[in-house]
């Protein structure tokens, strides 16, 4: 499901998901199972063959539960926040980085729990109308709150952040933003604007970041990003080269990485240490398609 | 600037701007250039060879001003929302919608007042901290608000929609909203939700409005679409085909449309009159690309 013709499709983490969304039926409150989030960590279980599960919920979801979906046979999914209540027994909290960047789960209840976060969040920070301060509702099984007080409407929020390599003939840019880990650097990235394109969001934030005018950008794939509610768009930039100049703001440095550093970062293996972000990050695939075309 | 290797770059309506936007200016205020709107409606002047001008006030802006860019010659454009001052001579509020589908104005400054436009909706509409309800306050030149109450700090936001035409056996399968113009048939689109990649959220949509379950979807080309602060993202689906079960909340009609009827549609030559949405919509594009590739 990548643009890109011939390329292998990525499904990255945090999509991928199972259910049917199905919004016709965020009305209704069918048998439903129910997982648990606390902030960013969710409510998970045993471990078969390495492999943790979510708990699933039988009970009635509280008033601020939201719809997530219904699976093949029927069963109604929401997801809650857990409050003050212990645990049950072999179950345990664990946060959505750490599920998606160490594997710990699969793919569909990654996702369904990148919504869930999503959507939570979002319950937790608005229960105020942006337009007039008044209290709002949950509607819509969550994916609405209404305003008494104004009438307003308002929607959960997905904010779509560019990110990108360069690729010019001193190699593939990469930076190291300040709150990274040590050694590692990513593709550059950033937030779009109102009244851009996502190819013109990328060409800004790369000269803004790093002083590189570059002059292509293709579409690579995206990755929904639940901290909190960011759709990742990855593209692959070409330029001619230049002259680095950082926006120490935003970025601790910035450089041109050879094949062979990349090849080696990529691996796991490169001399200095210096990595890349792990294969649960849409920034890995970005760098290794950047590399199969050097 | 498409995504597409070998398709022809396409600069939608309302991207294509010229102005650096150089978010590090956001904190001075140098000589400036103000654009004027009054909602969905711009300040324009004058007539050169059919194209209108945006008036451009050299005024003190208001504290309610939002940062556009900067000029090459170093003037900083601004936005204000336009009150109750009587128009200068020679100029009028046209809206934005007219401006860009009647090509009534330049791409650059059709971009420039898709930005203002977001930008000046969202402060409009968020003066109150959605955390607590307490009244905010405007920050970066208008890309943030602040709440002193709980110190909240809240984003311009930008909406992703996918916007997608499905080819098949049949041909190309278009819709009709509720409140299109008569006759109209375009590319489906739906906003996307919290923890789904672009692809599964335009398969997502094609199967709710339509029933029809696509196999493949390819990112074609954005736009940015300030009404009041969307980004279109489009893109080309196939399908094997199917039986169509409308959704009728959300669409009057969907049909499949034979390559024939469709280059009539697009050259505006079909016998019973239908038409699909104008150059200025991505929509437009996104037929003609699947009619290039039938």
């Known amino acids: 499901m990548s643009g890109r013709q011939g390329a ?8 991928g998901g199972k259910l049917d969304r199905r919004a016709e ?10 997982v648990k989030l606390a902030g960013d960590r969710a409510v ?23 719809h997530l979906g219904v699976e093949e046979d029927g069963t109604q999914v929401m997801a809650d926040r857990i409050r003050e209540e212990p645990l049950p027994e072999g179950c345990q909290l664990i946060d959505l980085r750490s599920l998606a960047m ?12 990148a919504q869930a976060r999503s959507l939570l969040f979002w319950h937790e920070r608005h229960g105020f109308c942006a337009n007039c301060g008044a209290r709002t509702t949950l509607m819509d099984a969550g994916y609405r709150r209404d305003c008494a007080s104004c009438k307003a409407q308002h929607f959960p929020r997905t904010d779509p952040v560019v990110i990108m390599t360069v690729s010019g003939p001193e190699g593939v840019l990469l930076g190291r933003g300040h709150g990274f880990l040590p050694r590692v650097y990513s593709a550059l990235a950033g937030f779009m604007e109102p009244g851009e394109s996502i190819e013109e969001a990328a060409l800004r934030e790369i000269f803004e970041e790093t002083g590189i005018k570059a002059l292509e950008v293709r579409y690579h794939s995206s990755q929904p990003w639940p901290f909190p509610s960011s759709l990742m768009i990855g593209c692959l930039a070409r330029c001619e080269g230049g002259c680095i100049r950082i926006d120490e703001s935003e970025l601790e440095d910035a450089r041109w990485f050879a094949r062979s550093e990349l090849v080696a970062m990529l691996a796991g293996t490169h001399e200095g240490g210096l990595k890349v972000p792990r294969p649960a990050a849409i920034a890995y695939h970005l760098i290794k398609a950047a590399v199969e075309e050097m």
């Open 25 to 34: 039926l965020r009305q209704t409150r069918a048998p439903r199972a129910v």
């Open 44 to 66: 998970v279980t045993g471990q078969e063959e390495g492999v943790l599960k979510l708990a699933l919920f039988s009970e009635e979801a509280g008033p601020e539960a939201v």
């Open 8 to 15: 292998k499709p990525v499904i990255h983490a945090f999509a």
């Open 102 to 113: 160490q594997g710990l789960i699969g793919t569909a209840e990654l996702s369904l729990l």
